[in-house]
């Protein structure tokens, strides 16, 4: 299915606290990169960075699918994501751009596929077999459940139900943690002596680690206690997988999706009649490198020639003595953590790393290798040297918040500079543009500036954890 004259841009909801929520998304991403499908693959989060609204501005093709790694449809996917977006429906036209809205990854039929293929490997991973599963085995389907959307509960025994027309399994149910079935109640809801847990979550976290272990008394955390597989009770087993959304096969079911829309759009489905357009961030980026004397600086980050990266305060250190990153996904694993192995959800935090290097090779990866060390900060940069970067006022910020973040709309501007003074000044390297917090933005030679065109949500997070 390759689609060489359109974008592909995955979405995740990402988090300010969890380093593992938005990992699956980046390795779909790279997989799905690594095939060659797209002229281009962007990811971005509603909670991290590059945000959702950023997320158009970081591509350069005329034609973009964009597909949310969620689990189901709802709030996320029908309110927020079109919001975000500025969606008109599945097809949106914006001048020359046709933005194609496809489904959820989770709600794809090929879904069933990724769950067979877990509860398979999560056994084969251990040290004992299943014999026989279609008269042995049970494969609970564990989701959240919450009367506030009843879609993903709906999804996992439509799923529940596929799996037992398979008969692959003596049993398989929908179990949930805060709606009957409840997965409290396992023990009693099969007779089956091996059971199987695949958690229907579109990554690892705080449900999947802790919470379902607990529900169910296996352990207070699999990650920290290092539970193995299979757990014995009463003459039963039990296997416990990881979330579905961390199946390397969700890559397949993302493609799927953006099959299943072309096939029920094929007027989209046309190749695109103009060339492709240049690669106007990368064309900006070579002129600045060629323009300036290196080495170039970004953040705490120094380019040298060679498309090398390492940290600033690296500079005079023996190559031969910093660690070799040797790969894209080993730099997005490197920067994740700061040197005390906590989050690092804000990029442009003075808290990367050192003792690293990493060769981009070409000026794309260099390009790439920025995306994930300062998400986004290419692309403003750009429109802010071609006069075009638009900067969102604080007041506008606060009016799109929800839930527990509604709380900033109430924020004076006076308790809005004690909360930069807090958060950006102390906290962050990028300049801001957003009134009524706007700083000075001068450019310095060989610098490529951080800019913030709006707050982020870090700072919004921060204020309503205050
Ligand atoms: S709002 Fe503040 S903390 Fe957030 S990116 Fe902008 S400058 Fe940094």
Request: glycine fraction near 6%; charge should be neutral; charged fraction near 25%.
């Amino acid at each position: 299915m390759p689609v060489h004259d359109a974008a592909l841009l995955l979405l995740g909801h990402g988090s300010t606290l969890n380093a593992d929520s938005s990992t699956p998304t980046h390795q779909h991403a790279e997989e799905i990169r690594r095939r060659g499908i797209f002229a281009e693959v962007h990811v971005a989060f509603w909670k991290e960075e590059p945000n959702l609204r950023q997320a158009l501005r970081l591509i350069a093709q005329r034609r973009v699918y964009v597909v949310p790694n969620f689990i189901s449809s709802g709030y996320f996917t029908e309110q927020i994501i079109p919001r975000e977006l500025d969606l008109d429906g599945p097809v949106t036209r914006r001048g020359e751009r046709e933005i194609y809205y496809c489904e959820p990854a989770g709600l794809h039929p090929l879904m069933t596929e990724a769950l067979l293929r877990r509860a398979r490997e999560v056994v084969s991973e251990s040290t004992e077999m299943i014999r026989e599963p279609a008269k042995t085995a049970c494969l609970f389907i564990c989701g959240h459940g919450t009367s506030l959307n009843d879609n993903s509960t709906k999804v996992i025994h439509e799923q529940a139900a596929a799996i037992r027309a398979r008969g692959l399994f003596a049993d398989c149910q929908a179990v949930l943690m805060e709606q009957s079935p409840f997965v409290k109640d396992w023990r009693t809801l099969t007779a089956c002596p091996d059971v199987i847990v695949a958690p229907f979550f579109i990554a690892d976290g705080l449900h999947s680690f802790e919470d379902i272990p607990v529900l169910m008394g296996l352990t207070s955390n699999v990650k920290e206690f290092n539970f193995t597989n299979p757990h014995r009770e009463n003459g039963r087993r039990l296997w416990y997988a990881t979330a579905i959304g961390t199946v390397s096969f969700l890559a397949d079911v993302i493609l799927a999706q953006v099959r299943q829309f072309k096939e029920a759009h094929p007027e989209t489905g046309r190749a695109a009649a103009s060339p492709a357009p240049a690669n106007a961030i990368d064309d900006e980026l070579a002129r600045f490198l060629e323009q300036n004397p290196p080495p170039w600086k970004i953040g705490e980050l120094l380019i040298r020639p060679g498309f090398e990266l390492r940290h600033r305060d690296d500079r005079d250190s023996d190559p031969a003595k910093l660690q070799n990153v040797t790969s894209i996904a080993g730099l997005r694993e490197w920067i994740r953590l700061d040197r005390h192995g906590n989050f690092r959800p804000l990029r442009a935090a003075p808290n990367l790393r050192r003792g690293w290097i990493y060769h981009a090779g070409d000026l794309p990866t260099l390009h790439l290798a920025l995306d994930y060390l300062y998400p986004a900060a290419l692309a403003n940069w750009m429109m802010a040297r071609q006069g075009g970067l638009p900067a969102t006022p604080w007041r506008e910020t606060a009016e799109r918040q929800t839930g527990r973040l509604r709380v900033v709309r109430e924020i004076d501007d006076a308790a809005l500079h004690e909360l930069v003074a807090q958060h950006c000044q102390r906290g962050c390297l990028k300049r801001r543009l957003w009134p009524p917090a706007t700083q000075h933005t001068g450019e310095n030679p060989g610098e490529i500036p951080l800019l913030c065109p709006e707050a982020c949500n870090f700072l919004v997070a921060g204020r309503a954890r205050s």
